[in-house]
Structures are given as C-alpha cells and as structure tokens.
C-alpha cells in the first residue's frame, strides 16, 4: 500500500493520532532524558525526603511531582525509566517478531512434518501464562536487563510465529509464489522475496500492539524486584518503592502508574491504528 | 458434541502435557552454574562432598534423559519433589494454597463477565452513543493499565481514603469460621456463617476487581464486536420485520449467538488471570498460589518454582480443553 494512501487512512482515525502522538512523546522524552530531566534520577537528599507536588502544601518547584523516600526527584526518575520501558518493549519485540516471523514462515510454507513440530512446540509455550513463564526464567537467570529481556523474548516470539504462520498458509497458494516456482527459484528465495514482503503488515501490525503487552510484563517483573536492579529507575520498581509509602506519599506510586498507562494506551491506540488502516474493511463506517 | 471428539481432543492435549513438563524441567536444569550451588546459594561455604551427596540424593549425576523420566514419574503420581526452605512436600504446600487462588479467580471472573457482557451489549446496541464511547474508553484503559497499579489506587480510595473495604488478607478471621473446603465462600454458606461470608466478600472485592480489570476490558471489546456482527445478520433483521420487539430480538436472538466467541475468549485468557493473580496476591497480600511462587523465586526454593509452574501450565491445558468442548457444545458446526 503507498503510504500516501496509509497515511490518509490513519490520519482519519484520531485515537491512532492520539495514539501515535502520546507514543512519540515517550519516544521523545526516553531519547533526550539527560536533557530534559530537571535532576540527576539517582541522587537525592534525605533532607527533601517524602516532599509532596509543588500544587500541595509542603511542596517545592524544585521537584514538581516531588520526592520518594531517599529524596529523589520523581519527575527525573519518571522521565528516566521511560528509557527503560521502551527500549525493553522495543527490543524485545523486535528480537522476538524476527524470530517469530522467520519461523512461522518455514511452518506456513513448508507445512506436514515440520509445521506439525513447530506448533506443537508453539502450542507448549502457549499453554505458560505469559508472567509465569518469564517468572520462571527469571528465577534461574536472576535480575538484569538482559535476563529479563531473554525472559520475554523466549515466551513473546510465539505470536507473531503463530499469526505470520497463519497469513503464510493462505498466501502461499497464491498465483505469484506458484510463478516464481516455475521460474526455478528456491524456496528460500520464495520466502524472502515472495512471501515476506507480503505479509509485512500483518508483522508490523503484531509488532505494534504487542509493545504495550511487553511494556506492561516488564513493569510488573520489575514492580516484584526482578527486573532492572535499582538504582535504576525504572516505572515497575517505583511503584514498588512508594508501597510502603501509600498512605502518606500517594505520588510515589501515582506517577511512574500514569506513565505506564499512557504510554501503554499509546501505543495499543497507535497499533489499533495501524490494523484498521492497513485493512480498511476492518473500519466500521460512522454514521 | 460426540464421545469421539471428547476422546480426540483428550488425547491432542498429551503432548502437550509432555511438552510442558520437559519445559518446566529443562528450565530448571539447563540453567548456567551448577543446580546443586544454585540451589545452595552462591559463595556459601558447603564442601564438596556434601554436594555431591546431594546430588546423588537427588538423582542430578544421572544422565539427563533418565533426571526427565524421573521428573516426569514424579509428576505423573503427585509428587514434585520437597521444598528446599519449607521442607514439606511441594504439593501439600500447592494443596494449601490452591483454594485461596482458585476462590480469587472464580470471582474476578464473575465480577468481571457481570459488568463486561451487559456493557458490551449495550455499546454494540447503542453504538456511537455516549454510553458507547464511555465503554469503549473504559475497555482500552482496563487493558492498558497496570494490574498492580490498579490495585494499589483502588486501596488508597476504598481502604485509605473511604475506609469501608480492607487492605489486605482473605478473611478477618474473628468470625470463628470453620475450614471444610478452605474455600471461605463456601464454608460461610455450609456453615450458616453470614457474618463471615459478608467477611469474605468484602476481602475479596478489591484483589478480584484488579484481577478482572483486563479480562473485563477484553470481554467487553469482543462481546460488543461480535454483537455487532451478530446484529448486522440477516435473521436479526427478519426477527424485527416479523414486529417482535427489540429486546427479544436482542437477549434472545443476538445474545445467544453472539457469546459464543465471548465465552472461548474468556476461557482462552484464564492464562491471563492466572499470571495475573501473582501480582494481585502481592499487592493484596492475598495467600494463595501467587505469593507462594514469588516467594520461592525470591529465596530459590527450584523445587517449590518448579512445582507451582507445572501446576499454573497444566491449569491453563485443561481450561483450553474446556473450552474447546464449551465452544464445540455452543456451536455445532464445530468439526475439528
């Protein structure tokens, strides 16, 4: 599809416009934190411990969403652990959807025996909830970025395998791919240059709306201590943090949550976006 | 629905099940370091004698395919080994726990199917309408927030700030109820206890409406799409010409047809609510199978992990089956 055409579409849909616009902010905020942070996220003092919102009484323009218990600026940590967030969603599907896809091609394409094996092993690692299974992992590989980053990818690259497989099945009895093996060329290239491209946007459509389930599984691997360590801010292990703070410094945990939300729901509308204009007969018409 | 799919949908799930115990074990095992120091804790001070001695206790000098075999035997008769710091048996301790995170689950689901399936007509039914919009919203932040954030907002407003519901734990246990089934809601009603089932229930709302957020969400999207598909049909519009009213045709007709793919989504995504339920069991201080795993996780108890993975896995095989025979029961076209 031109983009012109793609971006026509999209633009109709203002909750994908919303949606992109909330995403490329936290894009934006992630890339220039160092500059945009008003503080340094891991350094504090206890003197300004607990200190409320500027709008609340006791509260400073200092620290505008104010402090957590070691009197460090949550506004600073907010805007820094969005770094975190989305280069964990990023990365891990990315690394997940290449995965996914290449073998959900072979299954689709190749089909009988190998098809059979694949999904098997597909419908095992299915069968895990998903917090569960990176839970495990996490258990024996101990916290980290990279840990937790494997821990996602081995559990995450199943759906795009699974619906890239499906998309594979249909397009592969198409007139084209039927032409190009007449033409002698190898399945690998009939993979590649045949089928890939023509279901790439059911791979970025997969892609994108499965970012906000990435970035909600590591906010919560980190919000029970098994994500990134601190100092490290990152929104999950925040939360955490301001628990034992609740009754008398609510915004300890408020404001890494909001961010979670936003940018969650950005990029789920951002997603939702991308399917309904990659396929317009999913638009329903408005009256 | 005949006996014979029964049997073959029984059976499509062995290898599954075979799947997931070799997962479960090779995780555990195919972990860098040795299973034994792991287990030990690393730089504590054990010699190497006393290691050995324990892994041949625990059979790890066999060979891995015979460590399987082993595993796999254990599992077969209930037995997934000892908890390395409760020293009790992994399944009596899985036993204890089982209830409190079944009886969580069960009523995020109630709560969640009654507010998600009346919604999710109604927004298909008036659809555009503000109520619609209203619904649509509330669906796209239930699946966008975090479950444990969630949480902890519902306590500051309902615990902290309005003080009518508890922070924490399953029961006050004040009301002398009687264990039968350690399932509180049911012991409360054998038993005759109303105080302590009202108890019961107010624990339970806050963790079970955490827990039903996103499957809430989920539902009503997929109840109000397929509604709307449902209501597009040709028989729907043939109920209406014939004069019958709108609300017949609606929860008689369209309702009936169209919770057919609700029910199968729902009971595809209890692999959610059970992941799920970890969390929320943290935040609320819930004491079920959620806790327990966590715990482990934090103090290495392998076994304990193992145990309790196994158990969530084999969970989520049997609703997949259930709702397989659901969905083959509901809609008869169904020929696998």
Known sequence: MEFKRFWKLYRKNRAAVIGLILTIFFLVMAIFAPFIAPQDPNTGKLTERLSPPFWMEGGSRRHLFGTDSLGRDILSRVIYGSRISILIGVVVVSVATITGVMIGLVSGYFGGKVDAIIQRIVDTLLAFPYLIFALAIMSVLGPGLKNIILALVYKEWVTPCRVIRGDTLVAKEENYVEAARAMGASNWHILIRSLLPNVMASVIVVASLRIGWVVLMEASLSFLGLGVQPPTATWGGMVAGGRDYIFQAWWITAFPGIAIFLLVMGVNLMGEGLRDAFDPKLTKGKK | ?336
């Not at chain 2, 204890?96 to 998600?116: G, K, M, Q, V």
């Not at chain 2, 038993?191 to 039903?212: E, F, K, Y």
């Not at chain 2, 010409?241 to 609606?250: D, E, N, Q």
């Open chain 2, 1 to 336: 629905m005949t006996f014979s799919y029964i049997v073959r949908r029984m059976l499509q799930t062995v290898p599954v099940f075979i799947g997931i115990t070799l997962i479960v074990f090779l995780i555990m095992h195919l972990t860098p370091g040795d299973p034994v120091e792991i287990m030990m804790g690393r730089g504590s001070v054990v010699t190497t004698e006393l290691i050995e001695q324990i892994r041949h206790e625990l059979g790890l000098d066999r060979p891995l395919y015979v460590q399987y075999f082993r595993f796999l035997g254990g599992v077969l008769h209930g037995d997934f080994g000892r908890s390395i710091l409760q020293r009790a048996p992994v399944m009596q301790l899985i036993a204890d726990r089982l209830p409190a995170t079944f009886e969580l689950t069960i009523f995020s689901i109630i709560i969640s199917l009654i507010i998600a399936i009346p919604v999710g007509i109604i927004s298909s039914v008036k659809r555009y309408s503000l109520l619609d919009h209203i619904g649509t919203v509330s669906a796209l932040a239930g699946v966008s927030m975090p479950s444990f954030w969630l949480g902890l907002l519902l306590i500051i407003v309902f615990s902290v700030k309005l003080k009518i519901l508890p922070v924490t734990g399953r029961a006050n246990y004040g009301y002398g109820l009687a264990p039968i089934t350690n399932f509180l809601l049911i012991d409360a009603v054998i038993t005759g206890n109303w105080g302590a089932l009202g108890d019961a229930i107010r624990h339970l709302l806050l963790p079970a409406i955490t827990l039903g957020s996103y499957m809430a969400a989920l539902t009503m999207r997929v109840t109000r799409s397929s509604m709307l598909e449902v209501l597009s049909r040709d028989y729907i519009r043939t109920a209406l010409a014939k004069g019958l009213s709108h609300k017949v045709v609606i929860l008689k007709h369209a309702m009936r047809n169209a919770l057919v793919p609700t029910v199968t989504v729902v009971t595809l995504n209890i692999g959610i609510l059970l992941g799920g339920n970890m969390i929320v069991e943290s935040v609320f201080g819930w004491p079920g199978l959620g806790r327990l795993v966590i715990n482990a996780v934090y103090t290495r108890d392998y076994p304990l992990v193992q145990g309790v993975v196994l158990i969530y896995a084999l969970t989520y095989v049997v609703m997949n089956f259930i709702a397989d025979l659901l969905y083959a029961a509901l809609n008869p076209k169904v020929r696998f």
